[in-house]
C-alpha cells in the first residue's frame, strides 16, 4: 500500500531543492504510483551533460505518428540534434526545429521506417494515423481533465486553484503540480 500523504510531502521537498541539486521529479500519470524524474549527469564522468557544446537531448514523451520520430521510443531524427549541432543554436531554435519537421517530414531518412513508407506510399492513411494518435496521445479529454483535478484535488490543492493553473498550463499534470507546490 502506498503512503500518498508521504510521496506527496517527498515531491514538496523535491521541488523545493531542485535548482540547488538539479533532480526534479513528478507524476508520470493520473496516480501518484507512477513517477517520472530527471537528475544531472555527475560533474567529471561519462554522463555529464555537455550543452551547450552538445545538442540537448530530447524526445518526445507522448506517442506520434511522424516519419522522423519513433513510434516506440520518441527519439527525434534531426539533424541538428545530431551532428549538425552549434553552441550558437539555442533551446528555441532546437524546438522550432522540431516544431518546423512535424511539418515537413523527411521520409527518406526516417526514424521510423513503417511510418515513412507509409507516408510515401498511402499518405491519407498516415495523416488519418497521425490525426488519430494527435487525439488519442496528444491532446487532453474532458475526462482527462477531470480526472487530473480529482487528482490533484485529493493531493489537498484547492479545487479552484487546480482548474485555474491546469488551464493555464494546458492541462499539463506535471506543469500544473510543480506550480501548485
Same mark, same amino acid.
Given at each position: 500500500?502506498? $503512503?500518498f500523504?508521504? *510521496?506527496?510531502?517527498?515531491l #514538496?521537498?523535491c521541488?523545493? $531543492?531542485?535548482?540547488?541539486? /538539479?533532480?526534479?521529479?513528478?507524476? %508520470?500519470?493520473?496516480?501518484?504510483v507512477?513517477?517520472?524524474?530527471?537528475?544531472?549527469?555527475?560533474?567529471g564522468t561519462p554522463?555529464?551533460? /555537455?550543452?551547450?557544446?552538445?545538442? =540537448?537531448?530530447?524526445?518526445?514523451?507522448? %506517442?506520434?505518428?511522424?516519419p522522423?520520430?519513433?513510434?516506440?521510443?520518441?527519439?527525434i531524427? +534531426?539533424?541538428?540534434? %545530431?551532428?549538425?549541432?552549434?553552441?550558437a543554436?539555442? &533551446? %528555441?531554435?532546437? +524546438?522550432?526545429? *522540431?516544431?518546423?519537421? &512535424? @511539418?515537413? =517530414?523527411? =521520409?527518406?531518412?526516417p526514424?521510423?521506417a !513503417?511510418?515513412a513508407?507509409?507516408?510515401l506510399? $498511402?499518405?491519407?492513411?498516415?495523416?488519418?494515423?497521425?490525426?488519430?494518435?494527435t487525439? @488519442?496521445?496528444?491532446?487532453?479529454s474532458?475526462r482527462? #481533465?477531470?480526472?487530473? !483535478?480529482?487528482k490533484?484535488?485529493?493531493? /489537498?490543492? =484547492?479545487?479552484?486553484?487546480?482548474? @485555474?493553473? &491546469?488551464?493555464?498550463?494546458?492541462?499539463?499534470?506535471n506543469l500544473? +503540480?510543480?506550480? +501548485?507546490?
Amino acid at each position: 500500500m502506498v $503512503d500518498f500523504a508521504r *510521496v506527496q510531502k517527498e515531491l #514538496v521537498e523535491c521541488h523545493k $531543492d531542485a535548482e540547488g541539486s /538539479g533532480i526534479r521529479v513528478a507524476p %508520470k500519470s493520473d496516480n501518484l504510483v507512477n513517477l517520472i524524474g530527471t537528475i544531472p549527469g555527475p560533474t567529471g564522468t561519462p554522463y555529464e551533460e /555537455g550543452y551547450p557544446f552538445e545538442p =540537448p537531448k530530447m524526445q518526445f514523451s507522448t %506517442k506520434v505518428w511522424h516519419p522522423n520520430i519513433s513510434s516506440q521510443s520518441g527519439a527525434i531524427c +534531426l539533424d541538428i540534434l %545530431k551532428d549538425q549541432w552549434s553552441p550558437a543554436l539555442t &533551446l %528555441k531554435t532546437a +524546438l522550432l526545429s *522540431v516544431q518546423a519537421l &512535424l @511539418s515537413a =517530414p523527411q =521520409p527518406d531518412d526516417p526514424q521510423d521506417a !513503417v511510418v515513412a513508407q507509409q507516408y510515401l506510399k $498511402d499518405y491519407q492513411t498516415f495523416v488519418n494515423t497521425a490525426r488519430y494518435w494527435t487525439e @488519442s496521445f496528444a491532446k487532453t479529454s474532458s475526462r482527462g #481533465v477531470e480526472d487530473k !483535478v480529482q487528482k490533484l484535488v485529493e493531493m /489537498g490543492f =484547492p479545487e479552484s486553484q487546480v482548474r @485555474s493553473i &491546469l488551464e493555464a498550463v494546458g492541462g499539463d499534470e506535471n506543469l500544473a +503540480l510543480e506550480r +501548485l507546490l
